[in-house]
T-cell receptor, first 113, second 116 residues
Framework: GAGVSQSPSNKVTEKGKDVELRCDPISGHTALYWYRQSLGQGLEFLIY????????KSGLPSDRFSAERTGGSVSTLTIQRTQQEDSAVYLCASSSRIEDTQYFGPGTRLTVL | AQSVTQLDSQVPVFEEAPVELRCNYS??????LFWYVQYPNQGLQLLLKYLSGSTLVKGINGFEAEFNKSQTSFHLRKPSVHISDTAEYFC??????????????FGTGTQLKVEL
């Protein structure tokens, strides 16, 4: 079946612009995670959604970062006023239940000039 | 808070030789442990996981790992590697349900390079 998909695959933007990154989880998966992979910080957790519960935003690095999940499916990660240190690969993962395996998408490579 | 240490950033090995990639973790609660592999320009793929039960876990592609609670380790092993195993390997830990979600804390990764 279809895996986790993310779009765009690559995004180049100018410093100060806003960007939106999209994640389509595996159908029926109730848990959705965002991670960031960068040279300086490695792989780090950003935010987590589980069903209709309030999201766990504990990993968001600043208030410029936000995410929403509409209808319990698609999620959008928004970065406002992008900075060069936001350059990274943003990975999305989903799982059928909290304790189940997380399946990762291919990621969105964000480059902030 | 939990953390994961992968002591080796790079591991070169000849084809058909055995390999061990080391992973140590720290946590104040019981954890779930994972190994993921990332091939160039691809996302993460789960190799294996330990949730409970037998401490020896077998995964895909001939990999296995052993959970050692006393040494807080979860080393990954393969008895005979292939060129196609060249990739980056990440060890990860989560506190599972006790942590209010299964968010993963990753190690810094180990680049496995298999040579002819």
């Amino acid at each position: 079946g279809a895996g986790v998909s993310q779009s765009p695959s690559n995004k180049v933007t100018e410093k100060g612009k806003d960007v939106e990154l999209r994640c389509d989880p595996i159908s029926g998966h109730t848990a959705l995670y965002w991670y960031r992979q960068s040279l300086g910080q490695g792989l780090e957790f950003l935010i987590y959604f589980q069903g209709n519960s309030a999201p766990d935003k504990s990993g968001l690095p600043s208030d410029r970062f936000s995410a929403e999940r509409t209808g319990g499916s698609v999620s959008t990660l928004t970065i406002q006023r992008t900075q060069q240190e936001d350059s990274a690969v943003y990975l999305c993962a989903s799982s059928s239940r909290i304790e189940d395996t997380q399946y990762f998408g291919p990621g969105t490579r964000l480059t902030v000039l | 808070a939990q953390s994961v240490t992968q002591l080796d950033s790079q591991v070169p090995v000849f084809e058909e030789a055995p390999v061990e990639l080391r992973c140590n973790y720290s946590s104040s609660v019981s954890v779930y442990l994972f190994w993921y592999v990332q091939y160039p320009n691809q996302g993460l793929q789960l190799l294996l996981k330990y949730l409970s039960g037998s401490t020896l876990v077998k995964g895909i592609n001939g990999f296995e790992a052993e959970f050692n609670k006393s040494q807080t380790s979860f080393h990954l092993r393969k008895p005979s590697v292939h060129i196609s195993d060249t990739a980056e390997y990440f060890c990860a830990v989560s506190e599972g349900l006790t942590g209010g979600g299964n968010k993963l804390t990753f190690g810094t990764g180990t680049q496995l390079k298999v040579e002819l």
